[in-house]
Structure formats: C-alpha cells, structure tokens
C-alpha cells in the first residue's frame, strides 16, 4: 500500500507540472502531502522499470529544469489569475484528481471508486473557471482550441483525427465510437512593446515606452463525444473562443491615455450533433452558449494619475454547422462554420476625471457592444502513407464586423475606431507515427492580420501579420491509461512560435481630444499546451 501511496504521489507531482497547479516544490495550504509527493518521486524511481525511470530522470535533468522554469511561470499566471493560493496547493489537486481529500487509507480507497471520467471532468471545470485566455490570432481570436492541432499549426482542423476537430466543424464529433472525452491546456506568452513616438506635450515625454504590453495567460478546452447509435453522435465543447489580457509594464507611459488594462474573457459551451447520412458523408450542427466579461482602462485629465474604468459582461447565442467528407480510404475533408455572435456588455463606469465634463464617476451606468466574427474553416487530412499524414488549413475570419471599441453613457460616449478588415489564416502540416505508441506531427502557418492599417491599430491589441511555426508530439500512455481507468488514454503535448510583424499605429483618446501616433516593435508569443485525449 505504502508503495502505491508513493507511486501514485509521484504521479501527482507530474500531474501539477503539467498542469501548471505547481511545482515539484510545494507554495502553500500544501500540507503533509509535499513530504509523501517527495518520497513518492524517489520510491516510485527506485521501483520503476528501466523507461519509465530514464522518463522521470529526464524530468529531472537539463530538460527538467526547463519544466521546472515552465511550471513556475505557469503557477505565477495560475495565481494571478485566481487571486489565492488554494487551488495550488497539493491537497487541493489531489482533492480534484481523486475526489476525496489527501488522507488515510481508507480515503484513498473510496477515491478509486470515483471513476476517471469525473475526475477529468473536476480539473477541466477549474481550469475553465480559471482560464483568462490572451489573444494569439488574428485580432483576440484564440486559436489555441486543441493541443494536437497547436503542433500542426492548426492545419487540418475541421478534417479530423481528434475530437478537438469539432470546435471548427460539429460533424468531426462522429470520429470515434463509445464515449470519449479530450482537454487541453495552454500557456500563452506573449510579446509586444509599444512607443509613443508624438504626442502633445503636456501629455507626457516623447518617446515613451510601454515595455511589454501583454500579460501571460492561460487558457483551456475540454471536449465530450459519445455514439448514441450506428449512425447518430451526440457531443460537447467547453473553450474560450476569444480572449485578451493586455497591460504595459510600466502603466505612466503616454500611451496609457490610449488605454492600460484590457481583459476580455469568454467562456462558449457548443453542444453538438452529428449525423452520417451515408457512408463517407457526415453532417454536424451545435448551438453556442457564450459568456463574456470586459474590463477597460484609460488614464484620464493631462499630467494626472485619474484612471476611467469599465466592467461589463453578457450572455450570447449563436450556432455552428459543417460537414466531414471521405470520399475515399485516408482522405478526410472537412468545411465548418461557427456564426458571428454579438454580446451587449452591461456595467458601469468608475473614475474618469476629467472626461465627458464631469470630476469623477461612480458607478456610472454604462454599456458596449461587442461584435464577434464569424469563421469559416476548410481543412484536408489526406494520408500518403501507412504512417504519414499530410495536412492543410484556409479560414476566414469575418472581422469586418468589429468597428470600434464603444463605451456608452448617459454623459456622452468614449470611443476608439477599428473598421478592421477580414482576416486570413493559412497553415500546411504533416503527421507521421514514429511508432505505434508514438505520434510526431509539425507545421507552419500565415496569417493575414485584420488590421491593415494605423489608424485601426490599438495600443492595446497591437496585432499585424504573423508566421507561425509549431511542433507537437501523441503518446498512447498505458500508464496513464491505468491511472483513469480507461480503455485508452493519450497524452499530447505542443508548442508554437509566432513573430509578429512590426507596425504603427494613429489612435485618438477615448474621449476624442487628443491624437497619438508611434510603433509596436518586438511582437511575438510561445505558447506551450499540454492535452489527454481518453476512450472510456
């Protein structure tokens, strides 16, 4: 018993470095469980087989301390995002994992009863509660929806091969039979400073620096199919469809009359259907649940350190439709649709000194409208070998409906103009199955930015065109299998470079007295994902 404590204490310490709850040290409400997580990790070792203690010296070793690094800044955004240490300590997951607090044996017993599905489901709804997801693509468009696909570079998206397909195509939701479930975690870290290089003198020095405009985040999925019938699937998607979390290093700088903290958070639950009409021929429709929240910051009154804030949230609804096609053995061709949505933000505005001829606001009634784009995704997956998959993407992103970012209220309104166009995603990528437990996949990516010009370019979301290169890994995890008592469990891992092109930007203050022009250099993000794929 002793041994299995230990064994399983060490796959919880691998658990929270992946997950990013913690690292192999504990930080606090930890308990007596860091001193069993520490001896599990060397009694597990010392009793492993010769794999899967060269996988655990690995972790430990040069590559370890990169994990380490990784699972730090991944616990410091956790934190952040959460406001309390509570989720991260090692009780806590343990509590999510096994269903039952850390304790004796006969806790531990009764945890076993608890079935993997619900121990899935309980870290998914607290990453989901938790997830603050920061813009990746093309305007706050958060592509990162699937860890499989993060390593291809999204090529192949609304084609198949993982249930995260059915995000961009509802049809992909009748791949598999019986009920399986899929997540993914990602750490987005993001770069982009931003210079104030004109302005009006009484403003503040020019040029001026923001350092880095962005904030890392963290975002997530979770995916749910299951086989009602021969023909006939029904399923789930949990996401952040779009995201933003933006605010300068150093929050004086003259550009904060443009803007300082910009977070947009969303949260989409997509109940799906598919159909096979025919073999070969399979249709899908879901209908989308949205929730999202704003909050928007701008320093106000000329040499003053007055900050206007809005909060707003709202409930949408809309759809998504598509079809998957295999016209033939090893060919997967796939066209989805998820409709535009339109969220009327409700809040209040606060501070503001100076603005709209009023000293200073208190909960001011206020509201915005959000309007979301439509997208539309044509993906192929096409085998050119028994173990070699070539993959291909084209979406279109309708963000010729986002025309400004609005505040309105009974003093007057506050506004910025976008009039962005609509964007363009590319991507080609490969997949090759190094072994039966072992899947490599790569790809590379353009993307043609909605903002095409300065004057539609916030200092806040200082987006442009982009190249994306990514790599990513599938293994068929037998112990992991056993862990969640599955029938088959696969652990996927991937990451994603993107450089981001330079640009300028003209932009007038919210207010609309006073205009502002400069450069955003040094724009890029990694992003690091972490995903189980699971047949129960």
Not at 224 to 253: A, H, R
Not at 378 to 387: F, G, M, T, Y
């Amino acid at each position: 018993m002793r041994l299995k404590e230990s064994r399983l204490a060490s796959t919880m310490a691998l658990w929270q470095l992946a997950r990013g709850s913690g690292t192999y040290t504990p930080v606090k409400n930890s308990g007596g469980s860091a001193k069993l997580v520490s001896m599990g990790l060397e009694r597990g070792l010392a009793k492993t087989g010769p794999l899967r203690r060269a996988g655990f010296l690995l972790l430990n070793g040069h590559t370890g301390r990169f994990f380490n690094r990784f699972a730090a800044k991944l616990n410091r955004v956790w934190l952040r995002t959460l406001g309390t240490h509570t989720y991260c300590g090692e009780n806590m997951i343990w509590t999510l994992f096994n269903g039952v607090p850390l304790g004796g044996e006969s806790k531990m017993r009764a945890s076993r009863a608890i079935k993997g599905p619900f121990r899935l489901t309980s870290l998914t709804a607290v990453a989901l509660a938790a997830a603050t997801g920061a813009a990746s693509a093309g305007g706050f468009d958060i592509h990162e929806q699937s860890t499989v696909f993060l390593g291809s570079a999204s090529a192949g998206v609304a084609a198949g091969g993982s249930i995260g397909s059915m995000y961009w195509n509802p049809a992909a939701t009748a791949q598999f039979s019986g009920l399986n479930t899929e997540s993914a975690y990602t750490l987005i870290l993001p770069n982009a400073d931003v210079t104030v290089t004109s302005a009006p003198p009484f403003l503040g020095p020019t040029p001026s620096s923001s350092g880095n405009i962005f904030e890392d985040a963290v975002t997530s999925a979770f995916y749910g199919t299951y086989q009602v019938s021969k023909d006939l699937w029904v399923g789930i998607g949990i996401n952040s469809p779009f995201g933003l979390v933006s605010k300068p290093e150093d929050t004086s700088y003259t550009g904060s009359y443009l803007g300082i903290t910009t977070k947009l958070l969303t949260v989409n639950t997509n109940p799906t259907i598919a159909y096979r009409i025919a073999p070969g021929i399979t249709v899908g429709a879901g209908i989308q649940i949205e929730w999202a929240q704003a909050k928007l910051q701008f320093r106000t009154g000329p040499g003053s350190t007055d900050i206007a804030q809005f909060r707003g949230d709202d409930w949408a609804f809309g759809g998504t439709a598509g079809i998957l096609l295999e016209p033939a053995a090893g060919t997967s061709i796939g066209l989805g649709y998820r409709s535009q949505l339109t969220h009327d933000l409700n809040g209040s505005l606060n501070g503001g000194g100076g603005i709209l001829g009023a000293p200073v606001f208190s909960n001011l009634p206020s509201d915005s409208t959000l309007n979301l784009p439509d997208l539309v995704t044509l993906s192929l997956r096409q085998s050119i070998a028994p173990d070699t998959r070539l993959l291909g993407t084209v979406e279109w992103t309708n963000w010729s409906r986002f025309k400004e970012v609005a505040i309105s209220t009974p003093a007057g309104p506050l506004a910025e103009q976008a009039n962005w166009h609509d964007g363009w995603f590319f991507s080609v990528g490969g997949e090759y199955d190094y072994s039966p437990f072992l899947t490599l996949r790569s790809g590379v990516a353009y993307e043609i930015s909605p903002i095409q010009d300065p004057t539609q370019r916030f200092t806040t979301i200082p987006d442009n065109n982009r190249v994306w290169l990514s790599i990513g890994a599938s293994y068929k995890c037998s112990f992991c299998q056993t862990l969640l008592h599955s029938a088959d469990t696969t652990l996927d891992i991937g990451y994603s470079h993107a450089f981001v092109q330079d640009g300028n930007f003209n932009q007038t203050t919210p207010d609309g007295g006073v205009n502002m022009t400069g450069q955003v250099n040094n724009a890029y993000f990694d992003l690091v994902s972490v995903g189980l794929r699971t047949h129960w």
